[in-house]
Structures are given as structure tokens and as C-alpha cells.
């Protein structure tokens, strides 16, 4: 059967579409407009599935709070590009909300049915690999978060006590910073074993006495844990007063922070795409 422009425009408005791909799937069902809306969704499944091992790791990082929970998601895509689109954006404020009103932070169940469903459907229209990849939370007496501008970073802190807004200056920080513990003695017997033979290997450390390698192990060691732990930090508006000082002044004391950076931890393949057309072009 001869198919309208009509039937196209409203399988296109409420698939999200592009025009051939639904005129196709029209002809296909001979204008079933809902068997077509059918089909398109398992096929959407399995193109998502097909773009499953693509790397994303660009995307989005959105907080959320629920009472003094605060709650933070990263939403992946494989082009920054693709995660300033206005659908992936309203696809991470939904799983954003979900998590917020529910508290999952295990990925696999947060995802479970509708959501998993809309973003297979958005990898259909995108055309990318799209991947909620972590969530988080964190509670406690007085909770503060800050997002940087590109949406990439994120922070997450908890005060004992305190304010909003000293929580969110701190988390902040926390964000330029990069610190690994909030204090010294939270700091990995590992982390600090692996430091220790780092400076050990240290070319001004060869030849000395072992008890001025000991000496000299001693002040490192204390210069880096003061380094990477957030309480000891020069806190970045005033760099007079350390971030524990900040809390402290404010009445309370840093529990606990959490920093989210979009694509952390993703080992992202460098393809040059002038030396890949070059070579099909000589193949």
C-alpha cells in the first residue's frame, strides 16, 4: 500500500525518527503504524546492543539531592557533541531523578525497565553507543555539591555540622584539588607503601646512609599525605587556611567527599582518522 506523508510525519513524532527509517518500517508493516513502533523498538535493542562495545566515554555528571542525600550519576555517550543534545540531556535528568527518588546506586537495578528502554531508544536516534555508567550518594548532617560549568566534574561532600554553602565552597575545592582521603591517616597502608618506594628510587637517595634515607623518607612522606588529604589542603579561595580550618570556623568537621569526573578511569583508544582514510584508501 501506498504510504502517506502523514502516517510518516506522526510515526516520526512519536518514534523520534528520521524520516527514511520510518517510511521504511511503514512499508514494512503496510502503515501498521503500532506493529511499526514495535519492530523499531526490538531493532532498537538490537542496534544498542551492536554499538554496546563502543567506547563512551565522554557524557555528562548530574547531582541531585533528596532531604540532606546528595545523589551523583554519570551518564556516558562516545562524543561530546552527543552529550550536549537535548535528548541525551533529558534521558541523564530522568535517570537523575530516578535515582534521587529511589536511592539505588547500583546501576544494573536503576536501570531495570523503563529507563533501560529509553536508552536503548536514544542509541537508536543518537546513533551512539550511550552507557550509565556509576551513581553515588552521600548523607550526612550538612551536605553541599558543586558541578563544574562543562558538566563533566562533580563533587559531593559531608559536614558534621555547618552550612550549605561551606559544604559546597569545599566541594569546590575538592574538585580542583583532586584529593585522595580527607585526612592523613585515612590515607591506603598500600598507596603509601607504593609512595614510599617511589621516593626510595629517587636519584638523590642513592648512596646516603639508611638512616638519612629514613629521615628524609619521614619528610616526604608527611609532605605527600598533607598533600592529597583535603583537611590539610590550603583551601583554594584562601589559601591562608586549610580546608579542615574552613569546616572547623563553620562549626563542624569534613565525613566524607565524593569526586565524579566524566570518563575517569576509561582507557580511550587514539584513532587517526587521516592515516585510517589514507590506508583504505591505498587497501
Known sequence: MAISASLVKELRERTGLGMMECKKA???TDGDIDKAIED???NSGLKAAKKADR???EGKVLVKANGSTLYAVE??????FAAGDSNFLGFAESVANKLAETGETDVAKLMEGELEEARQALVQKIGENINVRRAFKIEGAVTGSYVHSNGKLAA??????GSEEVAKDIAMHVTATNPRVVKPEDMPA???AKEEEI???QPDMAGKPA???EKMMVGRIKKFLKENSLVEQPFVKNPDQTVGQLAKDAGGEVVSFIRVEVGEGIEVEDVDFAAEVAAQLKG
Open 156 to 161: 559531593l561532600v559531608a559536614l558534621t555540622a
Open 211 to 213: 638512616e638519612i634515607v
Open 199 to 201: 621516593i626510595k628510587a
Open 26 to 28: 511503514l512499508v514494512a
Open 190 to 192: 598500600d598507596e603509601q
Open 75 to 80: 551518564v556516558n555517550s562516545e562524543t561530546d
Open 55 to 57: 567506547t563512551a566515554a
Open 40 to 42: 523499531l523498538r526490538k
